[in-house]
Each structure stands twice: as C-alpha cells, then as structure tokens.
C-alpha cells in the first residue's frame, strides 16, 4: 500500500465516473468486502475496526457505487461505507507526522448512501493506518465540528449532525485522548453558543481557553439554523462558556 498521507491529499476527487474495468482489486478485499462494505458503529469506547476493506477504500477514495462495482458485487443495500467524499470531516496534523481524522458525512439525506460518522482514523507517516468506531450513545455521528490539539488530546467543538440530535442551547463537546483514543463527553457550563456547526476555533494558550466563532447556530425559537454573529471562548480550566463582548 503506498504511502497513506499521499493518498490522503488525494482522495477528495470525483471518482462516481472512474472505470472500473482495469482496477486491481486485491483478493483479501474481495474475499471480506461483504462483510465490510457497510459502516458500522463500534461497541466499545475505542473499537478498533481497521481492515483490509476499509483501507483500500482510503487508498483509492472510491464512492460506495463505483467500489461495489470494483470488487464485483451487484447493487447493495444502502448505505456503503465511504471516507473519501466526506464533508465536514476534520483532519488535525500531530507531531509525529501522522494525521487524525475524524467523523464527516457522505453526501446529504436524499443519497441512498448518505451516513454521518462518528469514527477516527490515524494516517501515520509510515504508511499504516488505524479506524477507531464508537457508540453513539459515547461518540455522536459528527461533521463540521472543530477539531483543535491541546496536550495530548484533542477538543471537538459542535458539529452539524442529524437533525433528531440537534439541541437548540447546547454546543457539543468532545475531548479525545491521543494515548487510549478513548472520547469522552465534555459537561460544560455558562452560555454556550447553541447548536454550532461550519465554525472555526482557536486555542489561545495564554488564557487555557479555546474561542470560537463564525459558522452557523440554531435559533432556539424557531431551530431555524441562522448565522453565528457572536464570539465565545471555552475555558479549559472550568469548562465555563462565555460570550465576548462586541
């Protein structure tokens, strides 16, 4: 396999139209692509779901429908598993050279692959890869969110979703530990900027405190998805929301 922080920066292209009639499809993938063909949720906070299917699914950055046709299976159930047309699927860059990334969605509701995810993959510089899955009562299914390093963690900040999850009032939070990869819920305080997605963030170590803006909210009367005007800071320390002033 070759290189997968190269075939990371070149997945994001539009493979729905690519010939499928000189791909070489390894047997290993064949022989399991059943068995992976779908997403799964994980059950345990991590699950590692890493396998041969999956990965050349990252390699190539094929769509669910041109992989199926790939490997040889006819027209499946719905959804198929995909990482390379995600929206709103954070990647964060450690140390090491390796890339975490995390969540996104395929396509939108009226696709009969349309799936939010709620897992973490690691691209390291040597080539290896690891697909960490969660449950959703641990790790909700999760695009446009934020994803910003702090220590040896990583804080997740708001997120689109389905609509059944979102909470008008309520920003998600979600820390990752980069040692276990375990997630865990960040219980916050104060006012929080609503439901937040297509934001940016910020760590400002100064202060120990991540401040965000931009991206759109919704509007607790109506949970019309308006436009955020406001800039919020996030303490690390207490876990406090506040509103800064304009």
Same mark, same amino acid.
């Given at each position: 396999?070759?290189?997968?922080?190269?075939?990371?920066?070149?997945?994001?292209?539009?493979?729905?139209?690519?010939? &499928?009639?000189?791909?070489?499809?390894?047997?290993?993938?064949?022989?399991?692509?059943?068995?992976?063909?779908?997403?799964?949720?994980?059950?345990?906070?991590?699950?590692?779901?890493?396998?041969?299917?999956?990965?050349?699914?990252?390699?190539?950055?094929?769509?669910?429908?041109?992989?199926?046709?790939?490997?040889?299976?006819?027209?499946?159930?719905?959804?198929?598993?995909?990482?390379?047309?995600?929206?709103?699927?954070?990647?964060?860059?450690?140390?090491?050279?390796?890339?975490?990334?995390?969540?996104?969605?395929?396509?939108?509701?009226?696709?009969?692959?349309?799936?939010?995810?709620?897992?973490?993959?690691?691209?390291?510089?040597?080539?290896?890869?690891?697909?960490?899955?969660?449950?959703?009562?641990?790790?909700?299914? &999760?695009?446009?969110?934020?994803? &910003?390093?702090?220590?040896?963690?990583?804080?997740?900040?708001?997120?689109?979703?389905?609509?059944?999850?979102?909470?008008?009032?309520?920003?998600?939070?979600?820390?990752?530990?980069?040692?276990?990869?375990?997630?865990?819920?960040?219980?916050?305080?104060?006012?929080?900027?609503?439901?937040?997605?297509?934001? &940016?963030?910020?760590?400002?170590?100064?202060?120990?405190?991540?401040?965000?803006?931009?991206?759109?909210?919704?509007?607790?009367?109506?949970?019309?998805?308006?436009?955020?005007?406001?800039?919020?800071?996030?303490?690390?320390?207490?876990?406090?929301?506040?509103?800064?002033?304009?």
């Amino acid at each position: 396999m070759k290189n997968l922080l190269d075939a990371l920066g070149n997945i994001h292209l539009d493979h729905l139209g690519a010939s &499928t009639e000189n791909m070489q499809v390894p047997s290993i993938v064949k022989s399991e692509f059943v068995s992976w063909a779908a997403p799964r949720r994980g059950q345990l906070n991590p699950e590692v779901l890493t396998n041969p299917v999956w990965a050349w699914l990252i390699e190539t950055g094929l769509s669910p429908e041109v992989a199926h046709m790939a490997a040889g299976i006819g027209r499946r159930r719905k959804p198929g598993w995909n990482f390379g047309e995600r929206f709103g699927q954070s990647r964060t860059a450690l140390d090491d050279g390796s890339s975490v990334l995390i969540g996104g969605e395929y396509e939108d509701f009226y696709d009969p692959d349309f799936y939010i995810y709620n897992d973490v993959v690691v691209a390291r510089s040597d080539g290896s890869i690891t697909l960490y899955g969660y449950p959703e009562e641990v790790f909700q299914p &999760t695009d446009f969110h934020t994803a &910003t390093k702090v220590g040896n963690g990583i804080y997740i900040i708001g997120c689109l979703g389905y609509v059944k999850d979102r909470r008008p009032n309520h920003t998600p939070v979600y820390f990752l530990d980069l040692q276990s990869f375990q997630i865990s819920a960040v219980e916050t305080v104060g006012e929080a900027p609503s439901w937040l997605f297509k934001h &940016t963030a910020k760590l400002e170590p100064d202060t120990h405190a991540i401040s965000v803006e931009g991206g759109r909210v919704m509007q607790e009367s109506t949970n019309d998805l308006i436009p955020n005007d406001g800039v919020w800071k996030l303490c690390l320390r207490t876990f406090e929301w506040t509103k800064q002033k304009s």
